[in-house]
């Protein structure tokens, strides 16, 4: 077997790899290579990088081929990418590869931390990143070849470029004014003309995006295929991708540069974003098979922001809010390289104080960097990861040692932060201006994170949560019964037969303190005031029957045109009942779907809130210095204040959402999270 040489870290030193061999379709798939050591330091040095899916790597998912000579074991995927490299990229045969399974020592954690460490250097030196997203098929090699085809046209029309609300009403006024069918076209110029509304015309019209297009030649199916690989939720990828001076997107035997890739699929989903149904019909059906934005993926959305010189953090990067596209945002077979291989690209990394380190366990590491992210949020107050984002209460299922209040990252990963924290859209400041005093930590894998906080009051009475369902891996849960659910806050609540002023503490709590503001309306009708809006709200919530005459102008404007959170009827509701029957039928759920996984309490002193469903009588609402919702703790024993405690997240308690309770002069206590 192959015997590594060591690298000379004071030199910077590398590996490379070179084919001894060229690889043809007749040609059995026999890999050859021949290894060198490269320093860094060498300005002249040339080579290209590998970013690829390692695949399994048990013993009988190996391959043997010959590195300077001598046996060595790779994976199937590894070396199925390597005879895909040698048949899709003409380029590839003479050049030096940079690929880390091979490069790497990997039974050597020493090697392997400090490699692994200096890998954005690697990447971003590299004169080319060849991405291997996999095998192809029919439909991958249709898709590759329509986006080969537009990409060039749609870098250069500025694809690339920001999307902005100007760019957006220049494209729909340029639209708007020109026949949805080309045939009928006159020689008349247009408002709003540019390269990039001509692109965007033209590309509408290209029949392989819409579901009539004949058989065989629709691209929807392949370009899907393309982007729902294992490939785009490699967490290596994020650094690989976004550091690539240039790359090249291999997929089967079909490759292009990864500017024209990205080009060509941002100027599809942008025609999504322009809402080019709303001026033609027929627009309505464009990328019909193409539902939401999976080619939105951590590696290209963190290449955008570099190259527009914008900072790239941590926490944006690992904190997913959004549902994942039908496949996971993020993933690692090992659960350390979560944030190890997001080391190299991340703009705070010094600041986070984080180092690839393979002696430590998975453990350490995630409670380490969540310490990390945490003190950052404190130290950066109006952005980044606070303590009131930690989800509690969802453990991986392999980092079962976790503190309470670390969360689960593996499964964020996957399918995207569960519950939203309550401040997502709203400024609250329940501790006002009161911020922790930060301290370096001896220990930051320790168990322990100690916040300085006040007690506010202990929950008496839990609701029983509603039952959320989902209809698939990749969707967002949705209440199962809205109706019902809201009959069962009228019943923990206690409310009478009649709606009342005084019942609107409520209907605050389930939005988060929005139902008290008016929000004006989205059109030149009279605008709603507060009453109004209270009164609406008090209504649908309680889903009595709304007589349309019966409504002031305020509120029929809310029902005809909807209001900040409220769904807006569909423009084929002409009459006021049919939007009022909208509104009554749609409100509930969406209510229900922007409170999962969260219920309701009471608490001794009266106090109404909405926390998460993990919560149970006993424990206590808090508020921590800097946090600015409350958070609900758990005693961990029958000590006095001051024991330990389980973290169980944020909660919106009504009243004191704006710093009301420190009026109390509560008195100081450290609270020991665990």
């Known amino acids: 077997m192959y015997v590594y040489q060591s690298l000379s870290r004071e030199n910077k030193e590398v590996r490379l790899l070179q084919f001894c061999n060229t690889v043809h379709q007749d040609v059995g798939p026999h890999i050859s290579l021949k290894l060198r050591h490269e320093s860094l330091i060498n300005e002249s040095s040339h080579y290209a990088a590998l970013s690829y899916v390692w695949g399994s790597s048990p013993s009988q998912d190996m391959v043997g081929i010959e590195v300077n ?11 199925a990418e390597l005879v895909r490299l040698l048949r899709s990229v003409s380029c590839a045969a003479d050049s030096w590869l940079w690929i880390d399974a091979i490069c790497i020592n990997q039974s050597d954690n020493f090697e ?37 085809r537009i990409g060039p046209r749609a870098v250069a029309s500025g694809a690339l470029d920001p999307w902005t609300w100007e760019t957006e009403e220049e494209v729909r006024t340029y639209i708007a004014a020109r026949p949805f069918s080309p045939s009928q076209e006159s020689n008349r110029d247009y408002e709003g003309d540019s390269a990039r509304s001509r692109f965007i015309y033209d590309l509408v019209h290209e029949q392989c995006l819409y579901p009539w297009s004949p058989p065989g030649e629709n691209v929807c199916a392949g370009i899907l295929e393309v982007l729902q690989k294992d490939y785009w939720h490699r967490i290596w990828i994020t650094q690989e991708v976004a550091l690539a001076q240039r790359a090249i997107v291999v997929c089967g035997e079909r490759s292009l540069s990864l500017d024209d890739f990205e080009g060509a699929l941002t100027a599809i989903f942008q025609c999504h974003y322009a809402g080019l149904f709303l001026l033609a019909s027929e627009y309505y059906y464009f990328g ?12 290209l959305v963190a290449r955008r922001r570099r190259c527009r010189g914008k900072p790239i953090r941590l926490a944006d990067l690992v904190c997913q809010h959004r549902v994942a596209p039908n496949r996971p945002h993020y993933s690692a077979t090992d659960p350390r390289d979560i944030f190890f291989a997001l080391l190299g690209v991340i703009s705070d990394r010094e600041t ?8 430590k366990t998975p453990e350490e590491v995630h409670i380490a960097a969540t310490r990390a992210l945490i003190r950052d949020g404190d130290l950066h107050q109006h952005w980044q990861f606070h303590l009131d984002q930690c989800v509690p209460m969802k453990k991986s299922e392999r980092l079962d040692n976790l503190p309470s209040w670390v969360p689960d990252w593996e499964g964020i990963g996957k399918r995207g932060i569960s519950v939203y924290h309550i401040g997502y859209s709203d400024e ?3 501790t006002a201006d009161k911020m922790p005093i930060l301290t370096v930590d001896d220990d930051i894998t320790s168990h322990i994170l100690r916040r300085p906080g006040c007690y506010v009051d202990v929950i008496t009475e839990v609701m029983s949560p509603p039952r959320w369902v989902t209809h698939d891996e990749w969707t967002a849960s949705e209440i199962e019964d809205p109706v019902a659910w809201l009959q069962s806050i009228i019943k923990f609540v206690g409310l009478g037969n009649d709606s009342d002023p005084a019942e609107d503490y409520v209907w605050r709590a389930l939005l988060k303190g929005r139902l008290c503001t008016a929000h004006g309306s989205n059109s030149k009708g009279p605008t709603p005031t507060a009453q109004d809006i209270r009164r609406f709200f008090r209504r649908i919530m309680r889903q009595e029957l709304i007589d349309a005459d019966s409504l002031t102008p305020g509120e029929a404007e809310i029902a005809r045109m909807g209001l900040d959170g409220l769904p807006v009827p569909p423009s084929d509701l002409k009459t006021l009942e049919e939007q009022i029957s909208y509104i009554m039928r749609r409100w509930p759920r969406s209510l229900g779907s922007i409170n999962r996984e969260r219920t309701l309490f009471k ?3 009266a106090m109404f809130g909405l926390g998460h469903v993990a919560i149970q009588p006993g424990d206590i609402v808090t508020l921590l210095w800097g946090i600015r919702s409350p958070i609900i703790l758990r005693p961990r024993n029958d000590e006095a204040i001051g024991g330990g405690y389980t973290f169980l997240g944020d909660a919106y308690v009504d009243g004191i959402m704006q710093g009301e309770f420190l009026d109390t002069k509560p008195t100081e206590v450290c609270f020991d999270i665990m």
């Open 69 to 79: 000579g001598r046996p060595f074991l790779i994976t199937c995927n590894l070396h």
């Open 603 to 605: 608490t001794v002193k």
């Open 112 to 148: 392997k931390s400090w490699q692994v460490s200096q890998m954005g250097t690697i990447f971003s030196r590299a004169d080319m990143v060849f991405m291997m997203t996999g095998s192809g098929s029919a439909e991958t090699d249709r898709a590759m070849d329509f986006i080969a």
């Open 352 to 359: 986070l104080g984080l180092t690839a380190d393979y002696s």
């Open 428 to 430: 609250f400041a329940a």
């Open 288 to 299: 019909w098979e193409l539902p939401g934005s999976p080619h939105a993926t951590m590696a």
